[in-house]
């Protein structure tokens, strides 16, 4: 494994703990005013039954869809969080690495109607893998929803090209430790990642800031190819 990858599991190993507590305090502003509202929002729009999280953290997306119906499975690396969402509940948590995932060693031969990667999608290769398998872990009418930094808010001042960058907890408190880099992508390299992995891009949700009137985020909406390519804006 390349040392980038290494290094973001790693971190989210050291912080489990420390992101638990955010999530459950309601620390991060923007979770809290539009983007947990919108991957919900999103996905409850298609009226799944099955939903697949991938990168699952300490499992409070798939409490809120199990809410509302929706039989969540979660995945993540981290058997920390993976302990934290199975004593909260709301659905089925597994400890797995997008990189076994993508070598075919999990539950081969199960689809879900909705796969969701919520703020999950931090490396290079561990994202390409993980995406190529996603048309086989989705039913023929499914769709996966990758919530991420919106490209050009999460550029900031340093050229829009994608590659590698430097992680920072900055605004995260002292509680965090030893960031881990992550790897940007354009709108144009998303794009392309879903198409070169056998998936169409259905719909793009940009939720707002209330305050600052930016993008707090993007959502992508993908299907796999050849089911009823157009956009679907009117849908959401
Ligand atoms: C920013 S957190 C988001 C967690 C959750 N989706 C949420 O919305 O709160 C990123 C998550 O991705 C997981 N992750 C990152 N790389 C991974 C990998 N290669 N395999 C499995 N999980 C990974 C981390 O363990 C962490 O839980």
């Known amino acids: 494994m390349d040392e ?12 489990a703990e420390a992101w638990t507590h955010a999530l459950q305090q309601e620390k991060i502003a923007s979770r809290k005013l539009v983007t947990n509202q919108a991957i919900v929002e999103a996905v409850l729009s298609y009226h799944p039954e099955h939903a697949l999280d991938l990168g699952c953290g300490e499992g409070w997306l798939a409490r809120r869809l199990s809410e509302r119906g929706v039989a969540v499975t979660g995945i993540d690396a981290i058997p920390d969080l993976i302990e934290k969402a ?29 796969v969701i990667c919520n703020f999950s999608l931090l490396g290079h290769d561990s994202v390409e893998g993980l995406i190529r398998s996603v048309p086989k872990l989705l039913t023929a ?49 998303w794009v392309k990642l879903f198409s070169e992995s056998g998936l169409h891009l259905a719909a793009c949700l940009e939720p707002l800031h209330p305050q600052t009137q930016r993008p707090a985020s993007i959502i992508f909406v993908c299907q796999t190819q050849y089911h009823g390519q157009h956009l679907e804006h009117s849908r959401l």
Not at 5 to 13: D, G, H, N, V
Not at 98 to 106: D, I, K, N, P
């Open 4 to 15: 980038n990858e290494r290094a973001i599991l790693q971190t989210w190993q050291i912080n």
């Open 86 to 114: 199975r004593g909260l509940g709301g659905g089925t948590f597994e400890v797995c690495s997008y990189q076994t995932l993508a070598g075919g060693q999990w539950q081969a031969g199960r689809r879900f109607d909705a």
């Open 141 to 189: 009418q499914g769709r996966i929803f990758v919530q991420t930094l919106h490209p050009f808010t999460a550029c900031g001042d340093l050229p829009y090209v994608e590659g590698w960058r430097a992680g920072s907890w900055k605004g995260f408190g002292p509680e965090f430790l030893q960031p881990a880099p992550w790897y940007f992508r354009t709108l144009a390299a």
